[in-house]
């Protein structure tokens, strides 16, 4: 049976023009990307309709490219025309009433990011080569060294580039035999019915130094589109180190998820969880002006405790 897996490798870049470049190619992916979202919304203000086919964007970014935004040229051509791609996604979406129409992409708040489709780029060994950036280091293992390269996205984290790279893979089945396991979810932990109990790894310090980093933000210039401010280079550091700190805490909870999800799957098939009531477990007891709840502190340090299990 054949499947998809995604594989995470950090980028070693070797030297500031590669760094440019993928920030320039993340650059024109947005600034693109702005530039038909604004006229698409445009278009459906004006007559109530718009054309947010790939294919019709894709054919107008070629011709604005080619005439208008000629500085465009000096990066990749498809992985930027990809870059519109999810425009349709996300008009068919609104158009079903599941979502809203496609939003700008900040300067300051926006990840940068863009779409790797095939053909664009390559994969030797642990080298990946990415059209009109050149070839680029891999740090990481491939599990699936079997596997068929896809596609994948190009992303800047907390000041690192790293590589999603989606992998077609063949997977067994596995014994359909009944090994059945009851979970009983507790606050920091979590107790299997065969007597093991997994304990969730301890980030306190991680966490009150996010806490630190938040109120350093909020002293800071914060910045505003809408008045024409932009945020202080103080704000943006700050900004940063609470986003490495963030990530470290995603991390470890993610790590320990993957490898205790790892270990009941390869022994059991059938898993029974208690049905809980989050909402109302985790409800507020603050009260009414009329009549004031006890304990509040304790209450809402106790809701965190819940919902971070």
Request: charge should be positive; include cysteine.
């Amino acid at each position: 049976m054949k499947t998809h897996r995604t594989i995470r490798y950090r980028l070693h870049l070797g030297s500031r023009t590669k760094a440019y470049k993928l920030r320039g190619t993340a650059e024109a992916c947005r600034f693109t990307w702005n530039h038909f979202v604004g006229k698409l919304k445009d278009d459906y203000s004006y007559s109530g309709r718009c054309d947010p086919r790939w294919y019709s964007n894709a054919t107008l970014f070629s011709i604005w490219r080619k005439h208008q935004e000629k500085w465009l040229q000096d990066y990749s051509f498809g992985i930027v025309r990809l870059s519109l791609k999810p425009i349709e996604t996300a008009y068919k979406e609104f158009y079903a009433g599941k979502g809203g129409l496609p939003r700008f992409k900040a300067q300051y708040d926006h990840v940068p990011s863009f779409p790797l489709g095939a053909g664009m780029f390559k994969l030797q060994g642990d080298f990946l080569h990415i059209q009109k950036i050149g070839q680029l280091k891999l740090i990481g293992n491939n599990p699936y060294p079997d596997g068929i390269a896809r596609s994948g996205t190009i992303k800047y984290e907390c000041g690192k580039w790293y590589a999603y790279i989606v992998y077609e893979v063949e997977i067994t089945a596995l014994p359909s035999s009944i090994k059945p396991v009851g979970l009983d979810r507790n606050v920091g932990q979590v107790a299997r019915s065969d007597g093991v109990v997994h304990y969730m790894p301890d980030i306190e310090k991680l966490e009150a130094r996010k806490r630190r980093y938040q109120r350093m933000m909020a002293r800071r210039q914060r910045g505003s589109r809408k008045q024409g401010i932009k945020p202080s280079n103080r704000y943006l550091k700050a900004k940063q180190l609470h986003a490495r700190t963030y990530k470290k805490i995603v991390q470890a909870r993610t790590d320990w998820c993957h490898q205790v999800s790892r270990e009941i799957a390869d022994q059991y098939n059938v898993v029974y969880l208690e049905d809980l009531n989050t909402k109302a477990m985790t409800k507020s007891a603050k009260g009414t002006a009329d009549h004031p709840g006890k304990h509040v502190k304790q209450k809402a340090g106790l809701n965190r405790e819940i919902l971070n299990s």
